[in-house]
């Protein structure tokens, strides 16, 4: 009888840390971390006005589709530009003429970046610059102008 008992108590044991470990993948899935992506592929850099709350890690699609991530986020110190690398996936060439354009997924979702590639022959190589940059569209400033509009309106 007492060897049954212990059976059960490590089949408890080994559900409850399956458990744990899907609790575990399921939070890092979510939180946008992941151990595991693939490496191989070119560097990118951006350069933004305003990159919103745009993060590392942050996706990086073309139509819709995740083609790289956000790997490095920044300033420069002369022009006060916001740089922004990324890397894309080697399985994806990018024209030279390629656009850029911070999104937010819904209304209040995270941000990313999404490309719009052009026409051009030429592609992006490992240490390129993207120039033909959008900024993030930031709600709070967008509110701002409307309600200063609005005040205008009253004279």
């Known amino acids: 009888m007492g060897s049954n008992r212990r059976l059960i108590e490590i ?20 939180s946008n971390v992941q151990f595991f992506e693939a490496r191989d592929g070119y ?21 819709g589709v ?16 916001a740089v922004v690398r990324v890397r894309i996936d080697e399985t994806y060439q990018l024209p030279e003429d390629t656009s850029a ?20 022959d030429f592609y992006l190589q490992d240490g390129d610059e993207i120039t033909l940059t959008q900024s993030a569209l930031v709600l709070e400033r967008l509110i701002g102008q409307f309600l200063y509009q609005m005040g205008d309106g009253d004279d």
């Open 43 to 63: 560097e990118v850099e951006l350069r933004f006005e305003n990159i919103g709350g745009l993060r590392t890690r942050a996706p990086v699609t073309v139509g």
């Open 11 to 30: 089949w408890v044991g080994v559900f409850v840390a399956l458990g744990f470990a899907a609790l575990f993948g399921l939070a890092m899935q979510v």
């Open 66 to 81: 995740r083609v790289g991530r956000v790997t490095d986020v920044g300033l420069d110190a002369n022009t006060y530009e």
């Open 101 to 120: 354009s911070i999104y937010t997924s819904g209304l209040l979702g995270e941000q990313y970046i999404a490309l719009d590639p052009g026409g051009l």
